[in-house]
């Protein structure tokens, strides 16, 4: 079964420092997301990216936020100088067809648990 | 702006019962998804549901799709502890941005 591969899994960081988490999509998938959950709460929708743009984002996707795919294979999310709020678990999605189910299915990576002091 | 509720938030129950967890949302959508979620873990798609009136069935899971009504259902068939986990819908609004419900953290009872 294909996988969606987020590294690192956890990641503890000083406040104003900078992020990068990165995430290796699905091979054939061609929309990729970006969901954060914060401890206990609902998974939020951050950030869309299609055809190497965003396609959509939230507002709580502000210009501390940037995503890219550097090598067409990695898809990262950086966070400039994190804030303690921005403790949460950071997960990477890829949609694409699914034979087995018969449709467009968005699988989740195991996600990155990032923790700021 | 899509909104996406879920109710019950919090569901105790005894293995054997059977139950309904609720998922309502505010704009018109035609795909919704849920998952599961185990503490501390990712989100496993449980089911995908694409128009409306469709059915899915899984062991004792059973997903429906009203568009009409905009409630999608999830119905959990004589509960056993290995259920136990937090369900999510997840609503597809339209323009590659999927919401997610409020989850239902369902605990079985032995």
């Known amino acids: 079964e294909p996988e969606v591969t987020q590294t690192p899994s956890h990641q503890v960081t000083q406040m104003g420092q900078e992020v990068i988490l990165r995430c290796v999509p699905i091979s054939n998938h061609l929309y990729f997301y970006w969901y954060r959950q914060i401890l206990g709460q609902k998974v939020e929708f951050l950030v869309s990216f299609y055809n190497n743009e965003i396609s959509e984002k939230s507002e709580i996707f502000d210009d501390q936020f940037s995503v890219e795919r550097p090598d067409g294979s990695n898809f990262t999310l950086k966070i400039r100088s994190t804030k303690l709020e921005d403790s949460a678990m950071y997960f990477c999605a890829s949609q694409g067809w699914s034979w087995g189910t018969g449709a467009n299915v968005l699988t989740f990576g195991a996600g990155s648990r990032l923790t700021v002091l | 702006e899509l909104k996406v509720e879920q109710n019950p938030l919090f569901l105790s129950m005894q293995e054997g019962k059977n139950y309904t967890i609720y998922c309502n949302y505010s704009t018109t959508s035609d795909r919704l998804y849920w998952y599961r979620q185990d503490p501390g873990k990712s989100l496993e798609s449980l089911f995908v549901l694409l128009s409306n009136g469709a059915v899915k069935q899984e062991g004792r899971l059973m997903a429906s799709l009203d568009t009409k009504a905009r409630l999608s259902t999830l119905h959990i068939t004589a509960a056993v502890h290995d259920l136990s986990a937090t369900y999510f819908c997840?609503?597809?609004?339209?323009?590659?941005?999927?919401?997610f419900g409020t989850g239902t953290r369902l605990k079985v009872l032995a």
């Open positions: 997840a609503v597809d609004g339209g323009t590659y941005k999927y919401i």
